[in-house]
């Protein structure tokens, strides 16, 4: 089948009898997890097993589970997406995602199980004052895990509005394809609410656990058939990719999207290269602050099984992400950017979109079904994460000053997490048109900014104190999340294609003054530099909590 005759295929609405499949297999894969996650609710007995799972899990089954939270719908719908439009530089992502985990295996996964009980929080405030630096952590989880929502949610309405059919000017029910699309995201706020609340972080590992194996399992899938179509011949798949891209070999080197080298204009050039410079130092450090991934080594009983869940999750990750290279040139070769953009300018169906061209309707909803786990495991992990650190770092350390119950703690846990999926729901409904890898980038550098100093420092320093926390978490997540707002993300940016807004706000809105797209290369210094000014110029010091704390991190003993 030539590429032409794909592109119809793809841009034609899909037939009944494909629909009410795809519809089955969502319908049986909601039911599944939701009957893990009620299953698991009834096992959930006290603030232990809420936050933590009981610490009842295996290195193994940790593992999974980290690779079924990490592998977000950032990997498998926005990393095809960009490496489809954009090749070598798409890869990046792939490459990034990865080497963090050495940073989290090297510097932060034993060391933060040994010392906390449930959030980031408890390791930062140990040998501080409990109350500011707790109202800190609480706030950057949250703001961290909000732009994280936001990925997932994007991805899951762009992906039913594929399975859907529906394209600009095409109604489905009444709804268009915005309306669709909205439609989504309201069903996975809703779901992601209900498996925080009943299933708590046993329900959510093993949701995670499924959805793992799911994914794994579709990739592999996907990649045996087109390196089959390629007769296994990497090369010939990038060739195809390349000329199919309409680019040529610039489609397979690097500075497509990032690290341009602009004739004529030094200023932009510059500016360019720093952005990638940006987003890889994003990319890397970001997962060591990421609130979600951090709480995952507390529901394992023992530090070497957190080093066995690191090494088991390092394994899958890396799988994964060398199979995202069939995934994007293998969509970029058979589907074609133009019927990727036409259906999803931003690029986030083009993992679906290529399940659709190797297998049709039938590989599609089953690529699809995994996608839609993927997002209802990832979006789970976050809201519980968000909703724990105000539980207990907030609401039972800040305003109950430790008096709190773990039945009020619990029952405030529940209640956060309809709050903040409420606001992820409005957020996601305004951020449909970018990337999800994109966005799930600009959480990273959220979290490197506003945690891994401040946690890093925590645990090597001695000088380290409250007024250091403090600057250090609220230095680099203000910095952060100021520096994407007065960014071309948010507003003046045009696509040089289509002459569309590619910001969040429409054409003639533009209040950036920021240059580069990814914060990181500024606000992690200068979280880093908040933090230890602020801890020299206080004399608060205490040697004797650091010794704890030194014992604690390499032993865990007392911390739990």
Same mark, same amino acid.
């Given at each position: 089948?030539?590429?032409?005759?794909?592109?119809?295929? @793809?841009?034609?609405?899909?037939?009944?009898?494909?629909?009410?499949?795809?519809?089955? @297999?969502?319908?049986?894969?909601?039911?599944?997890?939701?009957?893990?996650?009620?299953?698991?609710?009834?096992?959930?007995?006290?603030?232990?097993? &809420? &936050?933590?799972?009981?610490?009842?899990?295996?290195?193994?089954?940790?593992?999974?589970?980290i690779?079924?939270?990490?592998?977000?719908?950032?990997?498998?719908?926005?990393?095809?997406?960009?490496i489809?439009?954009?090749?070598?530089?798409?890869?990046?992502?792939?490459?990034?995602? =990865?080497?963090?985990?050495?940073?989290?295996?090297?510097?932060?996964?034993?060391?933060?199980?040994?010392?906390?009980?449930?959030?980031?929080?408890?390791?930062?405030?140990?040998?501080?004052?409990?109350?500011?630096?707790?109202?800190?952590?609480?706030?950057?989880?949250?703001?961290?895990?909000?732009?994280?929502?936001?990925?997932?949610?994007?991805?899951?309405?762009?992906?039913?509005?594929? =399975?859907?059919?529906?394209?600009?000017?095409?109604?489905?029910?009444?709804?268009?394809?915005?309306?669709?699309? %909205?439609?989504?995201?309201?069903?996975?706020?809703?779901?992601?609410?209900?498996?925080?609340?009943?299933?708590?972080?046993?329900?959510?590992?093993?949701?995670?656990?499924?959805?793992?194996?799911?994914?794994?399992?579709?990739?592999?899938?996907?990649?045996?058939?087109?390196?089959?179509?390629?007769?296994?011949?990497?090369?010939?798949?990038?060739?195809?990719?390349?000329?199919?891209?309409?680019?040529?070999?610039?489609?397979?080197?690097?500075?497509?999207r990032?690290?341009?080298?602009?004739? #004529?204009?030094?200023?932009?050039?510059?500016?360019?290269?720093?952005d990638?410079?940006?987003?890889?130092?994003?990319?890397?450090?970001?997962?060591?602050?990421?609130?979600? %991934?951090?709480i995952?080594?507390?529901?394992?009983?023992?530090?070497?099984?957190?080093?066995?869940?690191?090494?088991?999750a390092?394994?899958?990750?890396?799988?994964?992400?060398?199979?995202?290279?069939a995934?994007?040139?293998?969509?970029?070769?058979?589907?074609?950017?133009?019927?990727?953009?036409?259906?999803?300018?931003?690029?986030?169906?083009?993992?679906?979109?290529?399940?659709?061209?190797?297998?049709?309707?039938? @590989?599609?909803?089953?690529?699809?079904?995994?996608?839609?786990?993927?997002?209802?495991?990832?979006?789970? #992990?976050?809201?519980?994460?968000?909703?724990?650190?105000?539980?207990?770092?907030?609401?039972?350390?800040?305003?109950?000053?430790?008096?709190?119950?773990?039945?009020?703690?619990?029952?405030?846990?529940?209640?956060?997490?309809?709050?903040?999926?409420?606001?992820?729901?409005?957020?996601?409904?305004?951020?449909?048109?970018?990337?999800?890898?994109?966005?799930?980038a600009?959480?990273?550098?959220?979290?490197?900014?506003?945690?891994?100093?401040?946690? =890093?420092?925590?645990?090597f320093?001695?000088?380290?104190?409250?007024?250091?926390?403090?600057a250090?978490?609220?230095?680099?997540?203000?910095?952060?999340?100021?520096?994407?707002?007065?960014?071309?993300?948010?507003?003046?940016?045009?696509?040089?294609?289509?002459?569309?807004?590619?910001?969040?706000?429409?054409?003639?809105?533009?209040?950036?003054?920021?240059?580069?797209?990814?914060?990181?290369?500024?606000?992690?210094?200068?979280?880093?530099?908040?933090?230890?000014?602020?801890?020299?110029?206080?004399?608060?010091?205490?040697?004797?909590?650091?010794?704890?704390?030194e014992?604690?991190?390499?032993?865990?003993?007392?911390?739990?």
């Amino acid at each position: 089948m030539n590429l032409a005759s794909h592109q119809f295929l @793809l841009a034609a609405p899909a037939a009944a009898g494909n629909r009410a499949l795809t519809f089955s @297999l969502f319908v049986v894969l909601v039911i599944a997890t939701l009957g893990i996650t009620v299953w698991a609710g009834r096992h959930t007995k006290t603030a232990t097993d &809420y &936050y933590a799972g009981g610490r009842s899990f295996s290195g193994i089954q940790n593992g999974l589970a980290i690779g079924g939270d990490y592998m977000s719908a950032a990997s498998f719908l926005g990393i095809a997406g960009i490496i489809a439009l954009f090749g070598y530089d798409g890869f990046l992502y792939s490459i990034g995602f =990865l080497v963090a985990w050495l940073i989290a295996l090297l510097l932060v996964a034993e060391l933060l199980r040994n010392s906390g009980r449930y959030t980031m929080a408890d390791v930062l405030s140990y040998r501080m004052r409990q109350r500011p630096v707790r109202t800190a952590a609480a706030a950057s989880t949250v703001t961290v895990s909000i732009f994280y929502l936001l990925a997932q949610m994007v991805g899951a309405g762009a992906l039913v509005a594929l =399975l859907l059919g529906i394209s600009e000017g095409q109604s489905f029910l009444g709804m268009s394809a915005d309306g669709a699309k %909205i439609a989504t995201i309201v069903l996975v706020g809703i779901l992601m609410i209900v498996y925080v609340t009943l299933g708590g972080m046993k329900g959510t590992t093993w949701v995670q656990i499924v959805k793992a194996v799911l994914l794994m399992g579709g990739a592999f899938i996907m990649t045996a058939l087109v390196l089959f179509k390629f007769g296994f011949n990497i090369s010939e798949m990038l060739g195809s990719a390349a000329e199919a891209s309409g680019k040529g070999q610039e489609f397979l080197e690097p500075g497509l999207r990032y690290g341009k080298d602009i004739p #004529g204009d030094a200023a932009a050039t510059l500016i360019s290269k720093l952005d990638l410079v940006s987003l890889g130092l994003a990319l890397v450090l970001g997962t060591a602050g990421l609130p979600h %991934i951090l709480i995952r080594f507390y529901t394992v009983p023992t530090a070497r099984a957190a080093r066995t869940s690191v090494n088991w999750a390092i394994a899958l990750i890396g799988t994964f992400y060398l199979m995202t290279l069939a995934l994007g040139f293998g969509a970029a070769a058979l589907v074609g950017s133009a019927a990727i953009t036409a259906q999803d300018k931003a690029g986030n169906t083009a993992a679906p979109q290529l399940a659709e061209a190797l297998g049709g309707p039938v @590989l599609l909803a089953l690529i699809a079904a995994v996608a839609f786990a993927t997002i209802l495991a990832v979006v789970a #992990g976050l809201t519980l994460a968000s909703s724990s650190s105000l539980a207990h770092d907030f609401y039972a350390s800040v305003i109950k000053r430790g008096k709190a119950s773990e039945k009020e703690e619990v029952r405030v846990a529940r209640i956060s997490a309809f709050v903040i999926g409420g606001i992820s729901i409005v957020l996601a409904i305004f951020a449909q048109g970018l990337n999800v890898a994109f966005l799930v980038a600009l959480a990273f550098a959220i979290a490197a900014s506003a945690n891994l100093p401040t946690i =890093l420092l925590s645990l090597f320093w001695k000088r380290f104190n409250t007024a250091g926390a403090v600057a250090g978490i609220y230095g680099g997540l203000i910095s952060s999340v100021v520096l994407v707002f007065f960014s071309p993300v948010v507003s003046g940016k045009v696509d040089p294609v289509t002459g569309a807004s590619a910001s969040l706000f429409p054409l003639g809105v533009d209040f950036a003054w920021f240059p580069l797209e990814n914060p990181g290369l500024v606000s992690v210094p200068f979280s880093f530099l908040c933090a230890i000014l602020g801890a020299l110029l206080s004399k608060e010091r205490n040697d004797r909590k650091f010794a704890e704390l030194e014992v604690r991190s390499l032993t865990g003993a007392g911390a739990h």
